[in-house]
């Protein structure tokens, strides 16, 4: 699995015990072919725009963040990645990276925090991948995986353990994992680190409690992560599809957030309305440029900004070549992050400004008034009083959120400042 902090694990067919896999009639375990869907997931190196291997995939996993050691890192592509997810037609969940081994009190700051920020819908998955950093305690390892999935399932999302097998046998008790949640398991084992356009059963990984099996490194279209979801797990937070407003597919989601609004807001919008600065995605069906060359298999199912609009011809940036309307998804209505701060961790009215319109209040002057409804607002979030007063108290559950020291008052500058600045242009609430 691609992350910041990129660990390739490659599971050859030495390690497998293919010979043991029940495979009858196309079933793995008694689980029917017809059950299972294949997708990606999706972290910093697929883009903002993200990367699926075929047409066909049916969902995307995507990587909010991490704990590194002692430390938080976001990924700013996910919310884009979400959003782009929906906006195919295709359903979308969420992973965290865990290497902080057997550090609870870590995780239970960090992953509260990361939690808050999901924008997959409430039931979908929120996996924690758990391969790197392990402490040398296999009950300490296991009691902070089942810390977070068991925040996770308190939040409203299903828990799911990513690894690879020897990690997993070396590391972490999978018994006592898959006791309180059965059939939690995404296992990664690669045939090989070729391209792969399919999973081989052949070489189906021997495990107890497997829902997802990540087959391949380098999937479809490559440079992807390839995954088949054996017991229909990815429908969790899904009410399956229905016919959108433009005659196509649209995913039907449990609840709402912003990225799948915008995601859902751009597989409503009818091609015509295609112009510039809109994101775009190349089909795979499409096979010539308005100017009659053949489009490279490299280019299809990538996503690029319109540049210009002619008639029923788009300029795509980068590639700087016109296609057809038709040939063309719609992924994204306008440019994400439209309003942006500097981070420099002083609270002055270009941050109120930003905070006003990432929490949709109705007056945005870039003022606090005393008591304010923004504040308000963020006190509802926080879990705090909600008088409207921006004291101690408030500030102290900010500082908790953004994981740093928790002294009640805005420093000059001011670390959760600066988290709430971040926040903003990643075009997120920070609480």
Same mark, same amino acid.
């Given at each position: 699995?691609?992350?910041?902090?990129?660990?390739?694990?490659?599971?050859?067919?030495?390690?497998?015990?293919?010979?043991?896999?029940?495979?009858?009639?196309?079933?793995?375990?008694?689980?029917?072919?017809?059950?299972?869907? %294949?997708?990606?997931?999706?972290?910093?190196?697929?883009?903002?725009? @993200?990367?699926?291997?075929?047409?066909?995939?049916?969902?995307?996993?995507?990587?909010?963040? @991490?704990? /590194?050691?002692?430390?938080?890192?976001?990924?700013?592509?996910?919310?884009?990645?979400?959003?782009?997810?929906?906006?195919?037609?295709?359903?979308?969940?969420?992973?965290?990276?865990?290497?902080?081994?057997?550090?609870?009190?870590?995780?239970?700051?960090?992953?509260?925090?990361?939690?808050?920020? =999901?924008? *997959?819908?409430?039931?979908?998955?929120?996996?924690?991948?758990?391969?790197?950093?392990?402490?040398?305690? $296999?009950?300490?390892?296991?009691?902070?995986?089942?810390?977070?999935?068991?925040?996770?399932?308190?939040?409203?999302? *299903?828990?799911?353990?990513?690894? /690879?097998?020897? %990690?997993?046998?070396?590391?972490?008790?999978?018994?006592?994992?898959?006791?309180?949640?059965?059939?939690?398991?995404?296992?990664?084992?690669?045939?090989?680190?070729?391209?792969?356009?399919?999973?081989?059963?052949?070489?189906?990984?021997?495990?107890?409690?497997?829902?997802?099996?990540?087959?391949?490194?380098?999937?479809?279209? @490559?440079?992807?992560?390839?995954?088949?979801?054996?017991?229909?797990?990815?429908?969790?937070? /899904?009410?399956? *599809?229905?016919?959108?407003?433009?005659?196509?597919?649209?995913?039907?989601?449990?609840?709402? *957030?912003?990225?799948?609004?915008?995601?859902?807001?751009?597989?409503?919008?009818?091609?015509?309305?295609?112009?510039?600065?809109? $994101?775009?995605?190349?089909?795979?069906?499409?096979?010539?440029?308005?100017?009659?060359?053949?489009?490279?298999?490299?280019?299809?199912?990538?996503?690029?900004?319109?540049?210009? $609009?002619?008639?029923?011809?788009?300029?795509?940036?980068?590639?700087?070549?016109?296609?057809?309307?038709?040939?063309?998804?719609?992924?994204?209505?306008?440019?994400?992050?439209?309003?942006?701060?500097? =981070?420099?961790?002083?609270?002055?009215?270009?941050?109120?400004?930003?905070?006003?319109?990432? /929490?949709?209040?109705?007056?945005?002057?870039?003022?606090?008034?005393?008591?304010?409804?923004? =504040?308000?607002?963020?006190?509802?979030?926080?879990?705090?009083?909600?008088?409207?007063?921006?004291?101690?108290?408030?500030?102290?559950?900010?500082?908790? $959120?953004?994981? =740093?020291?928790?002294?009640?008052?805005?420093?000059?500058?001011?670390?959760?400042? #600066?988290?709430?600045?971040?926040?903003?242009?990643?075009?997120? #609430?920070?609480?």
């Amino acid at each position: 699995m691609s992350k910041l902090k990129k660990v390739k694990f490659k599971i050859f067919s030495s390690i497998i015990l293919a010979v043991s896999v029940l495979l009858i009639g196309g079933a793995v375990n008694g689980v029917s072919a017809n059950s299972q869907s %294949y997708g990606v997931d999706n972290s910093v190196y697929q883009g903002s725009n @993200g990367r699926f291997g075929k047409s066909s995939d049916q969902f995307n996993i995507a990587q909010i963040g @991490g704990i /590194y050691n002692s430390s938080v890192k976001y990924q700013n592509t996910y919310n884009t990645q979400v959003q782009y997810t929906i906006a195919t037609a295709r359903r979308a969940h969420t992973y965290i990276f865990l290497a902080d081994g057997a550090n609870i009190s870590r995780t239970q700051t960090y992953v509260a925090q990361m939690l808050g920020r =999901v924008q *997959t819908p409430k039931g979908s998955i929120v996996a924690i991948d758990y391969e790197s950093g392990a402490s040398g305690s $296999v009950s300490g390892n296991t009691d902070n995986i089942l810390t977070a999935m068991n925040m996770i399932k308190q939040a409203g999302y *299903t828990p799911m353990f990513y690894s /690879y097998k020897p %990690y997993l046998q070396a590391h972490v008790d999978s018994n006592r994992i898959l006791a309180q949640y059965p059939n939690s398991l995404w296992i990664a084992s690669y045939k090989t680190t070729k391209v792969q356009q399919s999973a081989d059963f052949n070489y189906f990984p021997t495990f107890n409690g497997v829902a997802i099996w990540q087959f391949a490194d380098n999937y479809g279209a @490559g440079n992807v992560d390839g995954n088949v979801d054996l017991l229909s797990i990815t429908k969790k937070g /899904y009410d399956g *599809t229905t016919t959108s407003a433009q005659g196509g597919k649209a995913v039907v989601t449990n609840s709402s *957030t912003q990225a799948i609004k915008a995601g859902q807001q751009a597989n409503n919008t009818p091609k015509s309305d295609i112009s510039k600065g809109y $994101v775009v995605k190349v089909n795979y069906s499409a096979k010539h440029w308005a100017t009659g060359q053949s489009i490279p298999s490299s280019i299809k199912g990538q996503s690029y900004t319109v540049a210009q $609009v002619s008639g029923s011809r788009i300029l795509l940036s980068n590639v700087n070549s016109w296609i057809n309307r038709s040939d063309v998804e719609i992924l994204a209505t306008n440019k994400p992050a439209t309003y942006t701060v500097n =981070v420099d961790g002083y609270i002055g009215s270009k941050t109120i400004l930003g905070l006003q319109k990432r /929490y949709g209040m109705r007056w945005q002057d870039g003022k606090l008034s005393a008591p304010s409804a923004l =504040v308000k607002v963020m006190q509802k979030h926080l879990g705090v009083k909600q008088d409207g007063y921006m004291g101690p108290h408030t500030i102290k559950a900010m500082e908790r $959120v953004a994981g =740093v020291t928790q002294d009640g008052y805005f420093s000059n500058p001011s670390s959760v400042v #600066k988290y709430i600045q971040r926040s903003i242009n990643g075009g997120v #609430k920070p609480f």
